[in-house]
């Protein structure tokens, strides 16, 4: 059975950085996207950024390009989100999510994953 597991959240200040990790198994994913989302109290779960697990694509929500990077480690069977300049508006649960979506598909939609990890907390506070 395909599992994801997020690990890595915390709390940290305005301005910090800090790395979340989704572990992979039960599957090759060679077809797969891997997508992070979050969500914050009171809103919609919010589209962050997607890789390919075979080839080079990756894609960012535009409010998180140039802060985020997503990366993975095909011989940990792991992707990466990286969250430089953090702000309070970061705060909430991170998740990581995949299906066999092809690049095409849209990577933004929550509903085009077919597994998710229970997800990751990450507070941004003073």
């Known amino acids: 059975q395909v599992q994801l597991v997020e690990s890595g959240g915390g709390l940290v200040q305005p301005g910090a950085s800090l790395r979340v990790s989704c572990a992979l198994s039960?599957?090759?994913?060679?077809?797969?996207?891997i997508g992070w989302f979050r969500q914050a109290p009171g809103k919609e779960r919010e589209f962050v950024a997607a890789?390919?697990?075979?080839?080079?694509?990756?894609s960012y929500a535009d409010s998180m390009k140039g802060r985020f990077t997503i990366s993975k480690d095909k011989a940990m069977n792991t992707v990466f989100l990286q969250m430089n300049s953090l702000k309070s508006e970061d705060t909430g649960t991170y998740y990581c999510?995949?299906?066999?979506?092809?690049?095409?598909?849209?990577?933004?939609?929550?509903?085009?994953?077919?597994?998710w990890g229970r997800g990751t907390q990450v507070t941004v506070s003073s």
């Open positions: 999510a995949g299906g066999a979506l092809g690049w095409a598909s849209d990577r933004a939609r929550p509903r085009n994953y077919n597994y």
């Open positions: 039960g599957g090759t994913f060679r077809s797969y996207v």
């Open positions: 890789i390919m697990w075979s080839g080079d694509s990756v």
